[in-house]
């Protein structure tokens, strides 16, 4: 058994890539301990002041770790990253989630996406961050309102984000969404919806000043004088 950790319950737990270091997130922090030596890696936790960790996760390359927490009082949640090289923070400020307490984080395999499983009274959900850039890619995301959002994971081509959910509104029943995260699926089910490319009034009224191009390269270019598609009459 490893040394307790005394500064609070362990809610959430994670494996480096590597195996040589566990995580486990509490209350008001995360502790790290070499698993070879079964002891600490610092006295010191890795302090997060901003609320409550519920779950932890390393990155594919294992040099970041990642905190999702529930700041409490109705404020939300958020993750907070560390360098594990250092013990530092990479920013100051955490990756907020104002819409509900962080329940669930992940990595995607190929290291570009973070994923934040969130749940609250109002509704639940998930924000994927963009971690290069730390930009939130889905702005105002797509709520899970099947039920309580518990878990996040992504297939291991990152192409496909498993949200597992518990039974909310009186049942107990739980299961899992999918959602597709392959750029070129989208664009494809776009094309198939659309069935055509803009025409040359309709890419003037909304793209004014940019130069025609088709945003379906599969499909025709509608000729000049043509209506959703249609060739006007003359």
Do not use: C
């Not at 480096?16 to 698993?35: I, N, Q």
């Not at 570009?112 to 105002?140: C, E, H, M, P, Q």
């Not at 039974?167 to 094309?191: N, P």
């Amino acid at each position: 058994m490893l040394s307790p950790v005394k500064e609070g319950s362990v809610i959430g737990v994670a494996f480096s890539p590597d195996g040589k270091t566990l995580a486990a997130g509490y209350v008001g922090g995360v502790v790290l301990w070499d698993v070879a030596a079964r002891k600490r890696v610092e006295d010191d936790s890795l302090p997060v002041k901003e609320g409550s960790v519920i779950d932890v996760a390393f990155s594919p390359d294992g040099k970041t770790l990642a905190a999702g927490y529930d700041g409490g009082d109705g404020v939300g949640g958020g993750v907070v990253l560390w360098d594990l090289a250092t013990h530092r923070r990479l920013m100051r400020d955490p990756l907020t989630v104002r819409r509900g307490r962080v329940s669930s984080v992940a990595f995607s395999p190929d290291g570009k996406t973070l994923a934040a499983g969130y749940d609250s009274d109002f509704g639940s959900g998930v924000t994927l961050w963009d971690l290069a850039t730390r930009r939130d890619l889905l702005g105002d995301p797509p709520s899970v309102r099947e039920g309580r959002v518990s878990s996040v994971n992504f297939s291991p081509d990152s192409k496909i984000l498993a949200v597992g959910y518990g039974g909310d509104g009186g049942t107990a029943y739980g299961s899992v969404v999918l959602w597709d995260l392959d750029l070129k699926s989208w664009q494809r089910r776009a094309s198939q919806i659309a069935n055509r490319n803009f025409t040359r009034d309709e890419w003037r009224h909304y793209f004014p000043g940019e130069p025609y191009r088709a945003t379906f390269r599969e499909l025709p270019v509608p000729p000049e004088g043509t209506s959703n598609g249609v060739e006007r009459a003359r």
